[in-house]
Every structure is written in C-alpha cells, then in structure tokens.
C-alpha cells in the first residue's frame, strides 16, 4: 500500500505546490454544525442528486426554483400529508423535470427521513452521529431504506451537505483498481470494504478528514474529472 505522505506529494507536484492543493481542499461541517441542518435540507438534497443523475446538472440546477415551488420547499411534514392521487399531478408540471419514477421518490425519502426522525430526533443527528470508519455503512443504509439513492447519490448527498465520506469517482477508483486495493465490481461489499479500510489507513497515517483524502487521492491522479465543483472528488 502507497503511503499518504508519497501520494500527497505527487498531488501537491501535479497541482503546482503544497499550498496549491490546499487551496483546493475542503473540510467536511463538523458534527454539531451537521446536526443544525434541517430534515427538509436532505429530502431537497436527495431529490437533486437523484435527478441529476443522467441529465446534465446544470439543467437540474436552473429549474430548482421550480422543482422547490412544486415541492412546498421540500417540507417532509407536508408532503407526507400530501394525497398520492396529487403526485402525478405535480409529476407532470412544467416547472421541473417531468420524470415520474423520479417524482415518485420524493415521498418514498420523505417517509424515510421521517421515520429515522422519530428514532433518533432528527435525521441529521442520525447522520452526523455515524461512524467515518464505517460510511460505507450508511451508503448501504441508504440504499435499502431509501429510493434511488444508492451507487453514487447517497455519497455524493452526503457530501453536498457536509457528512465526511470519501467518493469513488473516476479517479478513485482508477487508483484503486491500478494498486489492486479493489478489483470486479466496484459496488459490491469486498470493494467497498477495501476502499474503507484504505481510506482508514490513510486517515490514521494524515489526521486528515475522508473528503480531503479523497480529494488528495483524485488530484494525484488521473485527469480529476470530478462532476461540476472540486468537491466531487
């Protein structure tokens, strides 16, 4: 296993100096600021990732404002009340991204959202109370208990918002597939529970956060295509 100190090196020479990278580096919110954001801030968030993935993001990102009239702000207490005859209605406004099967996630995460409220008193503290060293466990935990949001949508949620995870973008996983940490399917258990424990690794070895590794480990790589923003890597 490559040890951090040669891979942040190698980063800091392909992006022009040590204090290059760290202008490009991004700490995750720490948990008592994780615990601030509200329910509604994940269900918006979900359903963006969701319908971002297949369209180009700037087209998601321009209709918003309609996605969030037609959504009542993506209030999970309103649309729990709201009838299922009015889903396809909504489905079908001009204002958003006409895709039911997508529409239809709306509600299935807003009851999740809710249940795990009632559990541990909001989502956010359930969120921001997981483990790093096992968040690949919460991407599973998304995945079954939510719609749509497993591959890179719960990941890439969570890191919109703040949650430390690191991501398998196409840089991530090119290094780990070139130093053999994974090989066959990237999302199956023995790859996602390499990656964690090569992550682990190197958080042991740097102090540093999962998104900041992520980001040294895509910039010392590859072309670092990394969606719309740096903090995709």
């Known amino acids: 296993m490559e040890k951090f100190q040669g891979i942040y090196q190698r ?12 202008q490009l580096l991004h700490a995750p919110l720490a948990t008592e600021q994780l615990k601030c954001l509200s329910d509604d801030a994940w269900l918006e968030e979900f359903t963006r990732k969701i319908f971002q993935s297949g369209f180009y993001w700037s087209v998601i990102n321009n209709k918003w404002t309609g996605f969030r009239e037609v959504f009542w702000d993506f209030s999970v207490d309103k649309l729990l009340m709201m009838p ?5 209605q909504k489905a079908s406004d001009e204002r958003i991204v006409r895709n039911f099967k997508k529409v239809q996630t709306i509600p299935h995460n807003a009851y999740m959202i809710h249940e795990v409220a009632a559990e541990h008193g ?3 503290q359930f969120i921001a109370n997981w483990p790093t060293d096992d968040i690949i ?5 998304l995945k079954k208990h939510g719609a749509r ?3 890179n949508t719960g990941p890439y949620t969570l890191r919109a918002l703040g949650k430390d ?3 398998l973008s196409r840089d991530v996983e090119s290094y780990l597939r070139a130093h053999k940490i994974i090989d066959g399917g990237l999302q199956t258990k023995k790859s996602l529970t390499a990656a964690q424990a090569f992550f682990n690794e190197l958080q042991q070895q740097s102090g540093l956060s999962l998104q900041e590794l992520s ?6 790589v590859g072309d670092n295509r990394v969606g719309i923003q740096t903090t995709q890597a």
């Open 84 to 88: 299922p005859d009015m889903l396809e």
């Open 11 to 22: 980063a800091a020479l392909r992006k022009g100096g040590t204090a290059m990278l760290e």
């Open 215 to 220: 980001l040294i480990l895509a910039y010392s």
């Open 149 to 151: 949001l497993g591959g």
């Open 122 to 124: 909001s989502f956010s």
């Open 137 to 141: 466990g919460l991407w599973a935990y």
């Open 165 to 167: 995870t690191f991501l």
